[in-house]
């Protein structure tokens, strides 16, 4: 009996693209393409969570929602789930305090050794 070899399914695999042009001008069209995708997972974690801030329960409206951001729970910016699973909304004053603690908090636990 013949054996059918099985072959791994990656949706998320990048397309490879021909290199051309300046260095600047690759930077502009990753940028470009990394901030399209960060507005698109922005927009579906405001219309799922609300525009309120997970942390201190700040409203926002349409004039200020800029101040709310998404934060990834597991810390890993490629992991977003159609769920929103991993997405909280925090205001930018409470998303730098969660960053700033895990930066001080992992200073502390150097000096301790």
């Not at 600047?24 to 069209?29: K, L």
């Not at 219309?47 to 200020?64: P, Q, S, V």
């Amino acid at each position: 009996m013949k054996r059918k070899g099985y072959m791994t399914h990656r949706p998320n695999r990048p397309v490879k693209k021909e290199i051309t042009g300046s260095i600047q001008d690759i930077v502009r069209e990753i940028t470009r393409d990394r901030d399209i995708k960060n507005e698109q997972y922005r927009e579906q974690s405001l219309k799922m969570h609300g525009l309120i801030c997970a942390r201190c329960g700040r409203e926002f409206d349409h004039t200020d929602r800029h101040l709310l951001t998404v934060h990834h729970k597991d810390g890993n910016h490629n992991n977003n789930p159609p769920d929103g699973s991993n997405w909280e909304n925090l205001c930018t004053y409470c998303h730098d305090d969660v960053h700033g603690r895990n930066f001080f908090a992992a200073e502390e636990e150097e000096n301790k050794q």
